[in-house]
């Protein structure tokens, strides 16, 4: 039975898109029963003032491991430097603590047949130990890895060469990511992985999905218009009002507009929205990876103006 590692940046404490996606892959890759695997999971420690300054949720302790659905994910927490920060952000030099960080951790991946990484810090600690032990490594790109970091930093495009030249295979979870994949780097292997839909993402029966509407405060006869995301630039959230307002002036019965979802441009938007005396809108800010199904079962209609989504629509 071969042995792998997977490796990979998130949070199990505020799950999101890619936890969930690598998350739903572990678990395919077990049910096999062809493989053992051990998880790594990558996530800063902040200190008040980083917390404060990078906008992160506060977590009351360091745990060993964090255990969801049978997959135990051995957490590496490293702490967030603003030195290291200021280096690789605003100088573009490699960082110094977060180099350590990998130095002083790399011995968890030896032994291993495969290394399977998901994104760029990910991709960064397969990349030295498959240099340190001689381990292959695939690693799995998602979104921002390809379309967004690379070109706002020299040194995240170099290294992100870097780890492309030495993987086994490169993963892209759409054929458009793949395509845009070819700017950073040619000539290597490329693969197209589509990330898997949960099998808890179902139509409910209308009798549930009326009561679970009922649970939200959704009135009879009431349509729902949604955003479902991190409400960052990438997104494109910026437009959303304008749509919520389009969408209001054009439909006759009654609306309820949802932003579902938590970030950085939060506090750009919501007073904007909430002031509108034209649309009911409602923030529900992160919500529980599990209560999802039973919110996008109450939604009419989603609205995904996203920059760069690489699969927006499902048939």
């Not at 291993?112 to 790109?141: K, M, Q």
């Not at 892209?172 to 808890?200: D, H, M, T």
């Not at 955003?227 to 630039?233: D, E, H, L, T």
């Not at 904007?272 to 209560?291: H, Q, S, T, Y």
Request: with cysteine.
């Amino acid at each position: 039975m071969h042995k792998i590692a997977v490796i990979f940046e998130s949070s199990p404490f505020d799950r999101k898109g890619l936890f969930n996606a690598v998350h739903n892959r572990i678990l395919h890759l077990k049910n096999t029963g062809e493989c053992s695997i051990d998880a790594f999971c990558i996530h800063s420690w902040d200190n008040a003032f980083t917390r404060r300054m990078r906008r992160t949720p506060h977590i009351s302790s360091r745990q060993d491991s964090v255990d969801i659905d049978g997959i135990s994910y051995r957490m590496l927490w490293y702490d967030f430097s603003i030195i290291d920060h200021i280096a690789v952000s605003k100088l573009h030099i490699p960082p110094l603590f977060f180099k350590h960080f990998i130095k002083n951790h790399l011995n968890l991946l030896s032994g291993y047949d495969l290394i399977i990484a998901h994104s760029f810090t990910g991709g960064l600690f397969a990349r030295a130990a498959s240099e340190c032990y001689d381990i292959p490594y695939i690693v799995n790109w998602h979104g921002s890895d390809i379309h967004t970091h690379p070109w706002r930093n020299s040194l995240i495009l170099e290294h992100t060469r870097d780890v492309m030249a030495g993987a086994s295979c490169n993963c892209f979870v759409s054929s458009a990511l793949r395509n845009a994949s070819e700017k950073i780097l040619q000539g290597i292997r490329k693969e197209i992985l589509y990330n898997g839909v949960s099998e808890s993402f179902r139509t409910f029966p209308e009798e549930e999905r009326l009561a679970l509407r009922n649970c939200y405060g959704v009135k009879p006869g009431t349509k729902v218009v949604a955003f479902v995301g991190s409400i960052v630039q990438v997104k494109n959230v910026l437009s959303i009002h304008p749509i919520f307002s389009t969408i209001q002036s054009l439909y006759s019965g009654p609306l309820q507009f949802w932003m579902v979802g938590d970030g950085k441009l939060r506090g750009e938007i919501e007073p904007a929205m909430k002031n509108d005396p034209d649309i009911d809108v409602r923030f529900w800010g992160n919500l529980p990876a599990e209560e999802m199904p039973s919110v996008m079962n109450c939604i009419d209609l989603m609205i995904l103006p996203s920059l760069n989504e690489g699969l927006p629509r499902m048939p």
